[in-house]
Every structure is written in C-alpha cells, then in structure tokens.
C-alpha cells in the first residue's frame, strides 16, 4: 500500500498545482477551478487511506519479492453479510438532491436520513469481537 499511496499523493499533488494555476491564469473561473480542487481531495483521500493502511497492516505479500504464494493465504477481511445501511444511506442522498431542486425543507429532511444512514453503517459493528456476556 506504500506505493499507492505515493502513486496518489503524486496525483493530489498534480491536481493541487494544476488548482492553483488554473485559478490563477483563468482570472478565477469558478467551475473549472472547483472540479480540480475536487479532483485533489478525492486523489488526496485515496492517499491518505492507503498510506493509513500501510501503516496499520504493514507490507502486504504481494509487495514482498520473497513472499510465497502460502503468505497470502487466509481470511482477507471481515465482510458483513447484510446490512440495511446503504439503502438507507442511498435513499437519504437522493432525498437531499431532491432537496436542492425542491427546497430547503426536503434538504433538511434529506440530511438528517443521510446522516442516520452514514452513523448506521459506522457504528454497525462497533461492538464486534467483544465478549457478548458482557
């Protein structure tokens, strides 16, 4: 994941400067000037993520030149099996789009189903791996 993270730093790093100059030499055109700041946060997102787990897991054994096949082996991740979650999550975020044409109310109503959608799916399994007795 080290490498990734480089790869995208590198590519927030071009969105970045290519931001700024664009802002700067097109006398502050607003649409082309966002969808580049745009484009920096999600390349600086995806670095930030990877060099995250890097850090956490450490070299994975398709990065080693001595790995075996062997080391890869075994349980990936912990997947969940269903979740109502993302429908939840999906469905308040098109209530906020809606919001914007529709007004400020169906916004309002929008984000707080949003909001209970993204809570839901982080604290889903919070408790997961603790004793149940407890």
């Known amino acids: 994941m ?3 993270a480089l790869l995208f730093g590198g ?5 970045a400067s290519t931001a ?10 607003p649409a082309g000037t966002a969808a580049l700041v745009i484009a920096f946060l999600m390349a600086a997102l995806i670095s930030f993520f990877c060099a995250m787990t890097y850090r956490r897991r450490g070299r994975r054994p398709q990065d080693r030149t001595d790995a075996e096949v062997a080391d890869g082996a075994g349980p990936l991740e912990f997947f969940p ?4 979650w993302p429908v939840i999550t999906a469905l308040g975020f098109a209530v906020l789009c809606m919001g914007v044409v529709y007004g400020l109310w169906l916004f309002l109503i929008g ?4 909001a209970r959608g993204v809570l839901g799916m982080v604290f889903q399994y919070v408790g997961r791996g ?3 007795r407890q």
Do not use: C
């Not at 590519?11 to 969105?15: D, R």
């Not at 984000?111 to 949003?114: A, D, N, T």
């Open 81 to 84: 099996a269903h979740s109502p």
């Open 20 to 29: 700024a100059l664009y802002g700067w030499w097109s006398g502050g055109d």
């Open 111 to 114: 984000v707080g189903v949003l």
């Open 11 to 15: 590519v927030a790093a071009f969105f």
């Open 130 to 132: 603790a004793d149940p």
């Open 2 to 4: 080290k490498v990734e």
